[in-house]
């Protein structure tokens, strides 16, 4: 890994006077994996009861598709949107900003299950509605691609990712941090990047970086 691309240090402010509101600010790593796999594992058996192995297998990896999409449309047109109002910027901060000001801050690197499970809810009504008989399935593909996605993005800033395709992660990643934030949205996957053209590769972000 390139030294221009890494911070090794693990520097936090605090975002609440409450001192409850901060503590709920700061988020064990293994706590996606720890609420919504088991979820997940309940609306995959759910999806089987009505269909096969091989058709909940395919609305699994449906699921996982359309979290991809998710998770780049969040990160670029949600966390990286810019408010112009004084409300609106703090609320960009304790979204996302301050994750760009302190990346490698290890306990705010997740999403607070206060905001996650509400938005999981959200979703899981939103699929219910589209997809009908067959929803439990993809929403249990899409809470996977969730937990994929935190644990891939707690692993570029804090893991060494010693496989081509963790290193590749790893880069792609922290480019988008420590070289331009208007390339390389997606963390789990570039896929997206790719069909927006947001693509980052090293050339790319240090002409924009420049």
């Known amino acids: 890994m390139p030294a221009k691309y890494v911070s090794n240090k693990d520097e936090t402010i605090p975002l609440f006077k409450s001192p409850w509101l901060e503590r709920l600010s700061h988020i064990h790593p293994a706590t996606p994996a720890v ?3 088991p979820v997940a594992g309940w609306y995959l058996w759910q999806g089987l009861q009505g ?8 609305l699994v990896v449906a699921g996982l598709f359309i979290w ?3 998770e780049y449309s969040l990160h670029r047109w949600v ?6 109002s004084d409300l609106g910027k703090k609320l960009h901060f304790l979204m996302h900003g301050v994750h760009h000001d302190y990346p490698q801050d290890h306990t705010r690197l997740v999403m607070p299950p206060p905001v996650s499970i509400p938005l999981a809810a959200a979703f899981g009504l939103l699929f219910s ?13 899409f809470l996977v691609g969730y937990v994929i996605y935190d644990t891939t993005h707690y692993a570029t800033h804090h893991w060494k990712m010693q496989s081509g395709l963790g290193r590749f992660l790893r880069e792609y990643h922290l480019r988008h941090h420590f070289r331009d934030d208007d390339l ?14 947001t693509v980052s590769t090293r050339a790319r972000a240090d ?3 420049a």
């Open 35 to 37: 609420v919504f796999l």
């Open 184 to 197: 390389g949205y997606g963390v789990s996957s570039p896929l997206w990047d790719y069909v927006f053209g």
């Open 51 to 58: 269909a096969s192995w091989l058709t909940v297998a395919g």
């Open 68 to 70: 991809t999409l998710t």
């Open 207 to 209: 002409r924009q970086a």
């Open 79 to 84: 966390f990286h949107y810019q408010p112009t």
């Open 129 to 141: 509605w589209l997809f009908g008989a067959h929803w439990e399935a993809i929403f249990a593909g």
